[in-house]
């Protein structure tokens, strides 16, 4: 157990819908990270947000937001849903922002199928 | 350019041999850390061992080691006396400052042990 939780486990939705996936960190940790892992892109980093700011954006649409909460818990929406959208979405987190050595500690991954 | 290359789609080793999983980098920046990670069939990313740049000696982790060719940009891992439990995909990955510290992953290599 990385110590990193995320909700829902499974997610089971329609195109067009919105959701909202959702994060604790490790206690401590101040930086969380998104990712989006399917079959055809591989793990893809999304956003990362450190002590409530946005701090890198990667290969996130404008349809999906994220924000980061003052008790540090983050939140990703996906809006507009495609059928392209079903991945394996993680969340991440680390002690702190930058550094080459900053290990992230991954969450067991939210589900979500666009039917 | 694949900042990480994982050549092996997927290998098969017998119980209690060791496997090394090949992993090769590019990057010009002369500070990052290298990272790998497991990820079994229930689909979370649990990491094993972390390689910086600077590192004079190879990381090792239990049955992890890291195999750490600077010049070739290789960072292998070896796993050694494999075990049933091993059997997953494993992802290679790097942090770099020139890539605002973003994790980049491989594409993964799948090992399956036999009993």
């Known amino acids: 157990d990385s110590g990193v939780t995320q909700t829902p486990k499974h997610l089971i939705t329609a195109t067009g819908q919105r959701v909202t996936l959702r994060c604790s960190p490790r206690?401590?940790?101040?930086?969380v990270y998104w990712y989006q892992q399917s079959l055809d892109q591989g793990l893809q980093f999304l956003i990362q947000?450190?002590?409530?700011?946005?701090?890198a954006k990667g290969n996130i649409l404008e349809r999906f937001s994220a924000q980061q909460f003052p008790d540090l818990h983050s939140e990703l929406n996906l809006s507009s849903l495609e059928l392209g959208d079903s991945a394996l979405y993680f969340c991440?987190?680390?002690?702190?922002?930058?550094?080459?050595?900053?290990?992230?500690?991954f969450g067991p991954g939210t589900r979500l199928l666009v039917l | 350019a694949q900042k990480i290359t994982q050549t092996q789609p997927g290998m098969f080793v017998q119980e209690k041999e060791a496997v090394t999983l090949d992993c090769t980098y590019d990057?010009?920046?002369?500070?990052?850390?290298l990272f790998w990670y497991k990820q079994p069939s229930s689909g979370e990313m649990i990491f094993l061992i972390y390689?910086?740049?600077?590192?004079?000696q190879n990381a090792t982790e239990g049955r992890y080691s890291l195999n750490f060719q600077k010049a070739r940009k290789s960072a292998n891992l070896v796993i050694s006396a494999s075990q049933l439990g091993d059997s997953a995909m494993y992802f290679c990955?790097?942090?770099?400052?020139?890539?605002?510290?973003?994790?980049?992953f491989g594409a993964g290599t799948t090992v399956t042990v036999r009993a």
């Open positions: 991440a987190s680390s002690v702190g922002g930058a550094g080459e050595q900053e290990t992230q500690y």
């Open positions: 206690s401590g940790d101040l930086s």
């Open positions: 947000y450190y002590n409530g700011e946005e701090r």
């Open positions: 990057t010009s920046d002369p500070s990052y850390g």
């Open positions: 390689q910086g740049s600077y590192d004079q």
């Open positions: 990955a790097m942090r770099e400052r020139t890539n605002d510290y973003k994790l980049s």
